[in-house]
Structures are given as C-alpha cells and as structure tokens.
C-alpha cells in the first residue's frame, strides 16, 4: 500500500514538474487527453453558462407540451470536429439559428476559464461553421517551430502565432513589409529568421546595414550584395532599380507574341515568365532604415532624397519584377522626411514589436488596425521578440520567432552559400570572403551595445 501512495506520489510530483517546465511536453503527454476529456465533459454547461445556447426548437416545445413529456433542453452549438495539435485543441462547431460568429468571439475568454485552457480564439470558416482554437500552454514563451511546415516558394515560416499556429511571410501575396520595434524589441532577430528561412530558397538576398553592418555581415555568404553605409546603400539600391527595368524589359519582350496566345500565357510578372527564362527572385533588407534617412548637410540631403526616391520606386513597382522589401525601423514616421509616408503606404505587411509610445505603433497600424496599435503597446518589455503582425485586410496575430542566434544563422547561411546567385547589376557589391566556406570566426551572439 505504501509502496503504491509512493509510486503515486512520485508520477504527480514528475508530471506537476513536466507541466512547469516542459510545457510542450506536458502537452503531448497527459496534458491533451486531459483536455479533451474536460471539454466533452463540460461542454453542455459551460456553453449554457456562456450564454452560447438557443431555446429548443417551437415544434419539440409543442410535442412535449401536447405529449406531456419533459420539456427539452436549450441547444448549444452541435460539434462537427474536435481535433487534438501539437499545441492544443481545434473545435469546429455549427452554430444554432440565431447565433452569429461574434458570439463565440465575444465568448472566448470566459471559455478560456471555463475550459482551463491557456488562451481561445475564434474565426469563422463559412456561414453557420466556426472554429474555435485552444491553446493549452503559452506557445510564445518559448517558440518551437513545427518540424513539418507547408514549404511553398518565397514562403518563409518565420514565426509561430499565439494560437499555435505558423505565421509566414509569404512574398509574393505580401511583396513589402515595414518591421517596426524599439531597440533591444526583436526586430534584428527576426529579420535573422527570415533570412535563415530564405538562405534554402531560390532567391538572391540583398543587405543594407548602416550600423557597421554587424547585423547582416556576418551572414555575408548568402547575400548576393551588402551595403554597411548610406552612400554604398544608394549605389545598390540604385542598381536594383536598373535590375527592375531589365526585368521589366525582358517581361516586355516575352509579351511581345501573336493574337491567339490565350490570356493565362502573357507574362505580367516574373512568375509567369518560363522557368528558364525568370529572373532569380529579390529580397532586399534594410536594418535599421532611419540611417538612411537622417542628414546633416546638403551633400547628405541629396544622397538621401535619391535613396528614398530608389526605395519608393522600387516598393511601387518591385513587385512585377520580383524584387521584394523587407525595412526595420524604429519609428517610420514623417519625421524622416518627405517621401517615407508614400513609402510607408506601399509596406503592406506590418509587424510591430515592443514600442515605447502610441506614436511609433499608430505608425504601423493606425492606418489599418486601430486595435492592433493598443496590443502592440501592451506588449511586456521583457517578452523580446514578441510582435504584432497585421496586413492591410486589418486582420493580426501575435507573433514570436524563435530565438535563432547569429550563430545558428551564420552557419545555415553557410550551409547554403553556393545558392547565392550573381546578380550582375550588384556585381560590385558582392561581398568580398575569406576563408574557407566553414569559416568559424564569427560572433556567437550579439553584443547588447549591437542592438
Ligand atoms: N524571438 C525572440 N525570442 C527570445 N528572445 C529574443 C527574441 N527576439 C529578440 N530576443 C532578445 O532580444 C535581444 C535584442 O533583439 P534584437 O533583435 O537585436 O533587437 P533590435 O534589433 O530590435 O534592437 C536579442 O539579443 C535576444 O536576446
Ligand atoms: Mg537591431
């Protein structure tokens, strides 16, 4: 008996340790069945206590009145699926006449205690059908990305969504991106990540990295060209706009083709174009792009005004041509001068990591998510990393990348160093390397005095 209390003792003292420091695990282990159990078990209840049920249907209220039954029970939502993930639970549910998504919206906090689940979101997959996402641990305080992600061109998962599932940053639904955050906010890593998630692809990568570069240089063997001060930056980002109007030349001429070519066939960008023909997509990145903005004396305003020119240019119609741009800032507002609001505008993906005022965040999403601007200022100092991230439908995540470290990405940069294309326009940019492809002098992590 007392062997068996012991043996007892131990397994919950093992389990309670597993919940507190191995979340995830606890999850896929006990904490999923349990959760599932709850649910069905509750279910009923605690959708009555909602609020989230009908009255039965007139003609069961007449039969049990005319056949002196009990009368029936009110109806909560019928459940068409419940399926367990690697994080929580998704609950698909059909909705009662008379309901409307935005009641289970609405709901979903008081489900999340009733339920004892960590968080519960809602979002509706057609008329009359919702799902409900269950997270049963916090995701995002320490971020394991899925081993198996839906990989696609120019896709990138690149960080994981409160509600469990992976956000990406696919270029070519969202060309441009604007990353906002104050230093020490997780902007740097982030951009880290997209990086390593692009190193693998077929996609040339373009840096500009005004803080000496210690950032991006060390991922140098990937970069198809790096710039580490405005006036580099302005000669590469012009050659970018030369490489946009080739692009645009050789679209041009593959239009050039008989009347009865169908519609479906004439190239309007480069992803139409024939494989062997399409020129290698570009992702250009900018750390840090008030560097290229602030001036002191006329010489620098004219270097400026060319560099914001180029970038606009090239946000307004880099995308036909495959030249993508993906701009971290502090703030991004038109304290930087003429020109950025117009560029800011054509930036349609957002993501706004820790900000110190209401300013800085309406920068990111006061034109298309007002509350989007209140989480964003709502996010914990010492939650680095955490982010925002909102599109102009005016939908938005919370969102963490995992902790990627210079090191890791280095050596996938590395690891992929002979997909780094020649782009002959960036010729001149191209990074000079020495030593051999496994190099190791690189940092391990960054300084604080790099942030
Ligand atoms: N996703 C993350 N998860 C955990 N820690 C992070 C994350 N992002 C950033 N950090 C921490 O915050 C520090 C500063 O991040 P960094 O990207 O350099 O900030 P920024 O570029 O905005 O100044 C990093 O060194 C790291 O320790
Ligand atoms: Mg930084």
Request: proline share 7%.
């Amino acid at each position: 008996m007392t062997a068996f209390t012991v043996t007892l003792v131990l397994v919950a003292a093992a389990v309670g340790l597993l919940r507190w420091r191995r979340p995830a695990w606890y999850w896929l282990t006990f904490g999923v069945t349990l959760a599932v159990v709850r649910v069905l078990a509750r279910y009923g209840s605690v959708m009555d206590a909602c609020g989230l049920t009908v009255p039965p249907a007139r003609w069961r209220l007449a039969l049990a009145r005319a056949t002196n039954r009990p009368l029936p029970e009110a109806r909560s939502p019928r459940i068409l699926r419940l399926r367990p993930t690697r994080t929580g639970l998704v609950l698909r549910l059909k909705l009662r006449p008379g309901q409307d998504a935005f009641d289970l919206a609405a709901a979903s906090d008081r489900l999340r205690h009733s339920f004892s689940m960590y968080g519960v979101t809602s979002r509706e997959l057609r008329s009359g059908v919702v799902e409900v996402r269950m997270t049963g641990y916090d995701v995002l305080k320490r971020v394991q990305m899925p081993t198996e992600t839906d990989t696609r061109p120019m896709r990138v998962p690149v960080a994981l969504r409160q509600d469990g599932s992976v956000h990406y940053r696919d270029y070519r639904a969202i060309p441009h991106a604007l990353t906002l955050g104050a230093t020490e906010s997780g902007k740097s890593v982030y951009q880290r990540n997209l990086v390593a998630g692009l190193a693998p692809m077929d996609v040339a990568l373009v840096g500009i990295d005004c803080k000496q570069g210690v950032e991006l240089f060390p991922l140098a063997r990937r970069f198809s060209a790096l710039a580490d001060d405005p006036d580099t930056a302005a000669e590469v980002l012009d050659a970018l706009v030369v490489r946009m109007e080739r692009t645009y030349q050789l679209i041009r001429a593959q239009q050039r083709i008989a009347a009865d070519v169908p519609d479906a066939e004439i190239a309007a960008d480069i992803w139409n174009l024939p494989t062997d023909m399409r020129p290698v997509p570009v992702v250009v990145l900018v750390d840090e792009v008030a560097e290229l903005a602030l001036y002191a004396n006329k010489e620098e305003e004219k270097r400026r005004d060319r560099i914001i020119t180029a970038l606009v240019r090239l946000a307004q119609l880099g995308r036909a041509a495959g030249i993508y741009l993906e701009i971290c800032a502090q703030r991004f507002g038109s304290e930087l001068g003429k020109g950025i609001t117009m560029l800011r505008a054509q930036l349609t993906g957002r993501t706004a990591h820790r900000v110190n005022d209401e300013t800085s965040a309406n920068m990111a999403f006061g034109d298309i998510a007002p509350d989007a601007v209140l989480a964003a200022i709502q996010i914990p100092a010492e939650k680095r990393g955490l982010a925002i991230a909102g599109d102009s439908s005016g939908g938005w995540h919370r969102i963490r990348a995992p902790h990627t470290s210079l090191r890791q990405a280095v050596n996938i940069c590395n690891r992929h160093a002979d997909r780094t294309p020649d782009l002959p326009e960036l010729a001149p940019y191209r990074p000079a390397l020495s030593g051999p492809a496994d190099a190791p002098a690189q940092p391990t992590e960054p300084s604080p005095a790099t942030a």
